[in-house]
């Protein structure tokens, strides 16, 4: 397929917010790619170049796009920063700079190469070779290779692969909406999306899953297992504010294991080989080689996919310790100085694959003993702390006793038959009741940050009050919740305004706000907000379509940031809008 085609699709899906046309649009064009390209399609149009859990991304710096269209066009940085001010969009920026390009002002070696068509996969490798150019000089040969590439194509198309290169494509078409395409394109229907998507989940890998069906069918799709080295999509937990309504939520029986308050981890062995990916799915394999190291010192079998929570932990003391501890293992340099400053511990939960087989279709007390079968305890490792509950006052007691030992609350599972594992579902078969849920003033949520106003006084010159949303998983939309200005120490601002300056944009088409505000960012950054209640808004579009009125929104009132910068989640994975629909009904009852 040439790029000029895609390019095109791409176009017309700029033009509508309108999902099933978004659907319709995109099927039209994918249907007549081949299975050797239908994978880096779908990567691309999703803006990766990999899989996340691969960890190789296109992620160049504006001012390095800048430069190339410069380059490419024959103008200074300065007129090319003034057109960008003025749209607020590189794309359009590339558009206009190409269309307006006079013939003599072409590089010298483009004009032989003008006519050229590239197809998309020649535009991946390109991608891909900008990619991994590093060290001394790889600034100067990405900016030459892009403009290189600038200079051979359409207009249209360096709208597209300048906002590719610099991660800002913004066409609005999340994995759901791309399995759907797929599923319509090859298959005539919408209706095999599910199929797709018991695929992806079980790993992680929209290449895959996209070349498979173009490859070898539906039915090869459907039979598609677990791997190990492919994360699994992570299971998740609906929230829950009373131990009457947990146990309500399991007819009377129930399996409770303490809450850890830590970094989910999925761990992949095979032989000494020995794979961490955080619940994003992000490879964090480097971050942590002293638990690579206790896994081969603990595992019974050679080979296994299981899950748990790193938690940071004083053995001295024998005590789990806070959050903000384990948070700072989260960095990719001077890792073996932080390893002896802040040393860890691993509570094993669940197991997803041994012996050969994936264990996602077991049950819950199955694949919970599976685990003494893989693994060892020991000073290093534990097993997640379990009871079997059958009555509210044992809920209760064994919450206390969680958060006595430095968890955050306790998880409630299902026992019963059918207990499986959902991969990348937030199902009722997991609930979570935490120590903030039970005041009912202080119930958190991850959110996004949207947008900023600048902000007075102290603040001035920094982004002083925050929009924040939460995603909308039925409309793939980002909608509004709150604006926040309290719980911020000066260093916070200072960081968020370092963080997010490189992510202002014009509004993002994904975000669905009544509310403005005077700068909007690439919807990124997740953190933690406590508020007093939620309400019902005529500001704010979160919720809107499952409340009553058109116009009814939900907005959280009194909102005050916790000081926790949720790095573990994905944008996509914030506090749902239809989590919090079903808290405010809590609330309300
Ligand atoms: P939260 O921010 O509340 O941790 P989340 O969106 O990351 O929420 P949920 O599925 O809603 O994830 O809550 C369960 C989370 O709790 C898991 O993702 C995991 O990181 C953590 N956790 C801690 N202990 C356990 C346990 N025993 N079983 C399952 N998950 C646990």
């Known amino acids: 397929m040439k790029f000029k085609d895609l390019s095109q699709c791409y176009f017309k899906l700029e033009k509508t917010q309108k999902k099933l046309e978004m659907v319709d649009i995109l ?3 994918i249907q007549g790619a081949d299975s050797k390209e239908i994978g880096k399609i779908a990567l691309l149009t999703l803006g990766k170049l990999y899989p996340d859990f691969i960890g190789i991304e296109l992620m160049l710096a504006e001012r390095m796009a800048i430069k190339s269209l410069a380059i490419a066009t024959g103008k200074s940085d300065k007129s090319v920063q003034a057109l960008l001010d003025e749209s607020g969009d590189l794309g359009k920026t590339a558009h206009k700079l190409l269309e307006n390009k006079p013939q003599s002002t072409l590089l010298a070696f483009t004009k032989q190469e003008e006519q050229q068509e590239l197809s998309v996969l020649d535009i991946w490798e390109i991608f891909d070779s900008i990619a991994k150019m ?3 000089g790889s600034s100067d040969r990405k900016i030459r290779t892009l403009s290189g590439l600038i200079s051979k194509v359409s ?9 590719m290169v610099c991660g800002q494509l913004r066409l609005g078409v999340a994995t759901q909406l791309l399995l759907e395409a797929l599923s319509l394109a090859k298959t005539g229907t919408r209706e095999n999306k599910g199929v797709l998507e018991r695929a992806y989940n079980r790993t992680s890998d929209i290449e895959f899953v996209a070349s498979t069906l173009f490859a070898e069918g539906l039915e090869k799709i459907s039979k598609v297992e677990v791997k190990i080295f492919n994360p699994i999509r992570v299971m998740l937990a609906q929230r829950v504010s009373s131990s009457e309504e947990l146990l309500e939520r399991f007819g009377g029986k129930v399996a409770l294991e303490y809450k850890y308050d830590g970094l989910r981890v999925q761990i992949h062995k095979k032989g000494t080989t020995v794979k961490l990916f955080s619940r994003k799915p992000e490879d964090i394999t480097n971050q942590f080689p002293d638990v690579i190291e206790f896994i081969n010192n603990a595992a019974k079998e050679d080979e296994f996919i299981i899950e748990g929570e790193i938690v940071a932990y004083d053995l001295q003391k024998d005590k789990i310790l806070p959050f903000q501890q384990v948070s700072q293992r989260k960095r990719k340099h001077d890792i073996d100085k932080k390893i002896s400053e802040v040393p860890v511990r691993v509570y094993l939960f669940d197991s997803l694959y041994a012996f050969g087989k994936s264990e996602i279709e077991s049950d819950y007390f199955d694949r919970r003993q599976l685990l003494e ?13 379990q009871t079997v509950a059958e009555n509210a006052d044992d809920i209760e007691n064994f919450f206390q006793q969680a958060l006595e030992n430095g968890c955050e ?4 599972k299902d026992i019963s038959k059918g207990s ?3 991969a990348g579902a937030r199902g009722w078969n997991w609930v979570k009741y935490k120590a903030d849920y039970v005041d009912k003033l202080s119930d958190s949520f991850d959110l996004v940050i949207l947008g900023a106003d600048y902000g007075k006084g102290k603040r001035a010159g920094l982004y002083g009050t925050f929009l924040m949303g939460s995603f909308d998983m039925i409309d793939a939309v980002y909608k509004t919740f709150t604006k926040v200005a309290t719980g911020f120490s000066d260093k916070n601002l200072q960081y968020f305004y370092d963080v997010l300056k490189k992510l202002e944009r014009a509004k ?10 005077q700068i909007w960012f690439e919807p990124s950054i997740v953190i933690e907000v406590t508020g007093a209640e939620i309400t019902v808004s005529q500001i704010h579009t979160c919720a809107r379509g499952l409340l009553g009125g058109k116009t009814d929104g939900l907005a959280l009132r009194f909102p005050r940031f916790t000081g926790r910068i949720v790095e573990d989640k994905a944008p996509e994975d914030s506090t749902s809008n239809q989590e919090i629909h079903t808290i405010y009904l809590n609330q309300i009852r």
């Open 27 to 29: 099927a039209d064009t």
């Open 134 to 136: 590093s060290g001394e």
């Open 155 to 163: 207009p249209l198309e360096a709208r597209y692969i300048i906002r």
């Open 373 to 385: 079968k893989l693994v060892e305890t020991n000073n290093n490792i534990q097993y997640s702390h």
């Open 409 to 412: 609350g306790v998880m409630g």
């Open 420 to 422: 499986s594992y959902q």
């Open 508 to 517: 993002p088409k994904e975000i669905l706000s009544d509310t403005e505000c």
